[in-house]
């Protein structure tokens, strides 16, 4: 089993522990760490040319940050639109 696939699973391991105890924030603090840690671990996926990992990554990231995102296409039809 490749490293990029065993970090994308302890990153994937890491949010279901973190989205296990409750949250005083609706756990927004600990999606940014998810994001501080995803976004370097994608980023470096990618560049070792493991594209079938880092696209089940992104799409196991879309997943787990399934309101953020919900928050962001929000806010941007808001911002191009009426």
Known sequence: M???LVSV????????????????DNHWRRAYILMTIGAP???W??????YW????FVAV?????RWPLRFLWRWMRRQ???
């Open 2 to 4: 490749s490293m990029q």
């Open 9 to 24: 699973c302890l990153w994937i391991l890491l949010a279901f522990v973190m989205a296990a105890f409750p949250s005083n």
């Open 41 to 43: 671990l994608l980023i």
């Open 45 to 50: 996926i990618a560049w070792t040319g493991h």
């Open 53 to 56: 990992v880092a696209a089940l």
């Open 61 to 65: 990231a879309c997943l787990v940050f």
């Open 80 to 82: 191009v639109g009426p």
